[in-house]
């Protein structure tokens, strides 16, 4: 069974930055792909951003490209979302996904690829 566990949600003013954290722990198989997702209220949940690790690619929802970045450990267990320059638009739970032992690849930004999710994080962005 695979686990994941978010931290460094919280509430920041416009223009401010955080970073999330995301750790990994039971069978996560060969899979070297970790993602970040946010779901605001009464909205789609969305992709932000994505990692795999071999060979090394990420990817970004064009929303927060330039701000947000996404990095993780050489082990593929841990990754984290550095976001600068919020908005109010970023505020949303965040949480972070991978897909397992097996999984149907849709795209790095799909939530059908993803079968562990986390509990979320909480990221509030006041104006």
């Known amino acids: 069974q695979v686990q994941l566990v978010e931290s460094g949600g919280g509430s920041v003013q416009a223009g401010g930055s955080l970073r999330l954290s995301c750790v990994a722990s039971?069978?996560?198989?060969?899979?070297?792909?970790m993602a970040w997702f946010r779901q605001a209220p009464e909205k789609k949940r969305e992709g932000v951003a994505a990692i795999r690790t071999e060979p090394l690619t990420t990817d970004y929802a064009d929303s927060v490209k330039g701000r947000f970045t996404i990095y993780g450990d050489n082990a593929g267990r841990t990754v984290y979302l550095q976001m600068n320059s919020l908005i109010p638009e970023d505020t949303a739970m965040y949480y972070c996904?991978?897909?397992?032992?097996?999984?149907?690849?849709?795209?790095?930004?799909?939530?059908?690829?993803?079968?562990?999710w986390g509990q979320g994080t909480q990221v509030t962005v006041s104006s």
């Open positions: 996904a991978t897909p397992g032992p097996a999984y149907t690849y849709y795209g790095p930004l799909q939530d059908r690829t993803y079968n562990y």
């Open positions: 039971g069978n996560i198989g060969g899979s070297s792909r």
